[in-house]
């Protein structure tokens, strides 16, 4: 079974850095990259398309909200968890 492509998206590093290391620690998901800020993610989203993005929704300049609108515009098979 593929394993499930994890994309972390909060603008907190350690908090980015728990999840990371607890998704890890999960044989069927890899975390495939993390972003600090909706502009990032949007741009991380599209470049390595992956099956899920965990995204906090209050973060400097583009804010969650609107980095999901952008990122289902363009890949709406991405699922996004708020």
Same mark, same amino acid.
């Given at each position: 079974? $593929?394993?499930?492509?994890?994309?972390?998206?909060?603008?907190?590093?350690?908090?980015?850095? &728990?999840?990371?290391? !607890? !998704?890890?620690?999960?044989?069927? %998901? *890899?975390? %495939?990259?993390?972003?600090?800020? &909706?502009?990032?993610?949007?741009?991380? $989203? $599209?470049? !390595?398309?992956?099956?899920?993005?965990?995204?906090?929704? *209050?973060?400097? &300049?583009?804010? &969650?909200?609107?980095?999901?609108?952008?990122?289902?515009?363009?890949?709406?098979?991405?699922?996004? !968890?708020?």
């Amino acid at each position: 079974m $593929a394993s499930i492509q994890v994309l972390i998206c909060d603008d907190h590093e350690p908090f980015r850095e &728990g999840l990371h290391a !607890l !998704l890890d620690t999960e044989p069927d %998901v *890899n975390v %495939v990259g993390e972003a600090a800020d &909706g502009q990032s993610v949007v741009h991380t $989203a $599209a470049a !390595l398309q992956p099956d899920v993005i965990l995204m906090d929704l *209050n973060m400097p &300049g583009v804010g &969650g909200i609107e980095a999901t609108r952008q990122i289902l515009r363009t890949s709406p098979q991405i699922s996004i !968890l708020v």
